[in-house]
């Protein structure tokens, strides 16, 4: 069993020999497969927030919910038991269970805000200060090897466009990450603006009590209508099996569903979008007009399908409680938003569901050896890890596919490289390129034409960089990095180890 964090703690310092950042849905997946994979480790999270949860813990915005089902969101290791699409609530109620079932609670710190994190390659040590909120105290931990479960965008302060005359307005404007849940909304015209995931969450659940609510978005998003329901797992109960072969099997077949369905966005957009557009009309009606609103200018398969349980937007629209304007956004007004256009609409309530900024590594200093990393000047390891700095992996789930798919296949990666560098007596291990990075191409961490969202462009330069080779691209795609991830072979050129025993090996050209 893990040791808790305090293994050698005195007034000054706590050390541990993995420090996770972060209880989110990341923090708490990568927790129980260090506790199940490498049992005599000692480890802690640090949280800032007072409680777990991450972004599900975050948002509050009337409905809110996940958009992929949670028989992929969820862990492996724990079976879903509900309809595919789950609220905030039954999510965090998940985790609830994942953290009290394993243990994991005691190894949490809450309320620790990480400031800085500094790696030592004399030490092979990281020197982490947090401060405490209960009492503002700056406080100390030392541990080998860092896990940052950060996630990747900044929980305090979204993105809100720099609009004109936001000043102007005289009815009350909100982000959506900053909701008030206490906010009455019933019988007032509600202008939410945004498209995406976030928009089509709000707008039924506005719809139900809402005088009116109006989309304003620059551009349309795909949507995905279905009944929030999986026939496979409904029959599998039906007949008896099991809830962990239910789990297995339902997962199995999502993801197989979705390789096909990705497969088939990039060979054939304009069926697939027709496809969609049929699963709509079940909803809307068979007269209803795409054009302008839901006809989308990116690639089908260039953002996340926006899901809409039970056609729920367009049953909003088509009831006449909802509408939507594709426009751009010219000023506020003490009434509302004229747009470019010349439209005036008014709201009593504004919400903002306009998207993150990005937070790269939880927004905290990171130095080697007393050098500032600068991230845009490092080149990723698969999307993970990242050349100058040692001993850390940063975990970035799948954008397109569930998130949590890579939070399971990255704890079974850095457990292996854990019991591998204990095996081997290794302090320390570094990623670069055979050759040196000269060697390669260098490109974006992510190929903007494979995925665009609006907070990566704003933030790319401050992105690690990536190369042309398989092992040091981002390629976020679930289906190759499943066949690959499992035959990384840790003895291999791209890894150097360090330490008493570790056999040395002659640093490659960086
Ligand atoms: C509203 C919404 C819905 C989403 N729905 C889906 C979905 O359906 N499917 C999907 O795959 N993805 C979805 N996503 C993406 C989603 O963010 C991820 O799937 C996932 O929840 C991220 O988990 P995480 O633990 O990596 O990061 P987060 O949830 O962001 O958690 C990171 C944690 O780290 C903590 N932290 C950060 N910096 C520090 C620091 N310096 N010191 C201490 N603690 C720190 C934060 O407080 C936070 O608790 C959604 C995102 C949003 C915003």
Same mark, same amino acid.
């Given at each position: 069993m893990n040791a808790v964090a305090d293994i050698r703690s005195d007034a000054q310092v706590t050390h541990v020999d993995v420090l996770i950042v972060g209880a989110g849905i990341s923090g708490i997946g990568s927790a129980f497969h260090l506790q199940d994979q490498c049992p005599q480790m000692s480890y802690a999270v640090l949280e800032?927030?007072?409680?777990? #949860? =991450?972004?599900? &813990?975050?948002?509050?915005?009337?409905?809110?919910?996940?958009?992929?089902?949670?028989y992929t969101f969820?862990?492996?290791f724990k079976p879903w038991i509900g309809p595919?699409?789950?609220?905030?609530? %039954?999510?965090?109620?998940?985790? #609830?269970?994942?953290?009290? %079932?394993?243990?994991?609670? %005691?190894?949490? +710190?809450?309320?620790? +805000?990480?400031?800085?994190?500094?790696?030592s390659r004399e030490s092979d040590l990281w020197t982490v200060v947090a401060t405490r909120n209960s009492d503002g105290a700056d406080v100390t931990f030392t541990c080998n090897f860092l896990w940052m479960c950060s996630g990747y965008y900044d929980h305090e302060t979204p993105y809100i466009p720099d609009w004109k005359g936001l000043d102007d307005y005289k009815g009350q404007f909100v982000h959506a990450q900053l909701w008030d849940p206490a906010t009455d909304y019933a019988g007032k015209r509600v202008l939410v603006i945004g498209s995406g995931a976030t928009a089509a969450t709000v707008l039924p659940e506005f719809a139900k009590s809402a005088a009116h609510v109006t989309m304003l978005q620059r551009s349309p998003t795909y949507f995905f209508c279905h009944p929030n329901?999986?026939?496979?797992?409904?029959?599998?109960r039906e007949i008896g099996v099991d809830e962990p072969t239910v789990h297995r099997v339902v997962r199995q077949q999502i993801m197989h569903d979705q390789d096909m369905l990705t497969k088939r966005c990039i060979e054939e957009p304009d069926a697939v979008f027709e496809e969609l557009k049929e699963l709509i009309r079940a909803y809307a009606g068979e007269d209803f007009e795409f054009e302008p609103h839901f006809t989308p200018k990116y690639r089908v398969w260039q953002q996340r399908l926006a899901f809409c349980p039970d056609g729920d937007v367009f049953q909003a629209v088509k009831a006449g409680k909802a509408s939507v304007v594709t426009d751009t956004i010219d +000023?506020?007004? &003490?009434? =509302?938003?004229?747009?470019? *256009? #010349?439209e005036e609409i008014e709201a009593d309530i504004i919400?903002?569901?306009?998207?993150?900024?990005? *937070?790269?590594? =939880?927004?905290?200093?990171?130095?080697?050896? =007393?050098?500032?990393?600068?991230?845009?000047?490092?080149?990723?390891? +698969?999307?993970?890890m990242f050349t100058g700095v040692p001993n850390m992996v940063w975990v970035m789930g799948y954008f397109r596919a569930s998130w949590t798919l890579r939070v399971d296949m990255m704890g079974d990666f850095v457990c292996h490289l854990l019991r591998h560098m204990r095996e081997n007596g290794a302090s320390r291990v570094e990623v670069s390129p055979p050759g040196g990075a000269g060697a390669m191409q260098l490109g974006p961490w992510i190929d903007p034409d494979n995925f665009n969202p609006g907070y990566l462009k704003r933030g790319m330069d401050r992105m690690p960089m990536a190369g042309d080779r398989p092992e040091?691209?981002?390629t976020q795609d679930y289906w190759s990095e499943r066949d690959d991830f499992p035959k990384i072979d840790l003895a291999g050129p791209e890894f150097r180890y360090t330490g008493e025993h570790a056999a040395q090996? %002659?640093?490659e050209v960086a």
């Open positions: 800032m927030k007072d409680t777990f #949860g =991450g972004t599900w &813990e975050t948002h509050k915005y009337p409905g809110v919910r996940s958009d992929s089902d949670l969820g862990y492996r595919p699409i789950a609220t905030a609530q %039954e999510i965090l109620a998940y985790m #609830g269970e994942v953290i009290e %079932e394993n243990g994991i609670g %005691e190894h949490i +710190r809450y309320g620790h +805000r990480i400031r800085s994190c500094s790696f329901q999986n026939e496979l797992a409904d029959r599998l +000023r506020f007004t &003490e009434k =509302g938003v004229l747009t470019a *256009s #010349g919400v903002a569901a306009t998207g993150f900024n990005l *937070s790269v590594m =939880g927004n905290m200093d990171v130095t080697v050896d =007393g050098e500032t990393i600068d991230w845009h000047d490092t080149l990723t390891y +698969r999307g993970m040091w691209r981002h090996r %002659e640093p």
